[in-house]
């Protein structure tokens, strides 16, 4: 039997991008934890905690519609822990973007790294298009 795409409804065609950005959002890891806060009607702050990560470990990038925040550790060589309760792995975190929703800059401080969005709106939402006239 094959699954029809965005809630079942036979209606509703064509949204199989939607339905997939829906799933991969429920997919999510929980590692690393993050916060989303709203800093205005068009502005957003994505907050990650990544302690134990430093500038040069850390990448965020925009690939398409879909912010990427990737972390990688690097090897401490031997060492032995009588307990071991951070973690000392890698990740890559992704969030959708909605388009027009830009990445306005970045941070790290005490262990927190501050993304911060926003929505860029064209100057002019209504264009003007000449009428040539033979």
Known sequence: MTRNPFTGNPLLLGFEEIERLIDGAAKGAGYPPYNIEENGPEAWRVTLAVAGFGP???????????????????????????????????????????????????????????????????????????????
């Open 56 to 134: 040069d470990a850390l990448s965020v990038t925009v690939e398409g519609q879909r912010l990427v925040v990737r972390g990688t550790q690097q090897s401490e060589g031997e060492r032995a822990y009588l307990h071991r309760g951070i973690a000392a792995r890698g990740f890559e975190r992704s969030f959708a973007l909605a388009k027009g929703v830009d990445v306005s800059g970045a941070s790290l401080a005490d262990g927190l790294l501050h993304i911060d969005l926003a929505r860029t709106t064209p100057e002019d939402p209504v264009q003007r298009v000449a009428i040539e006239v033979r």
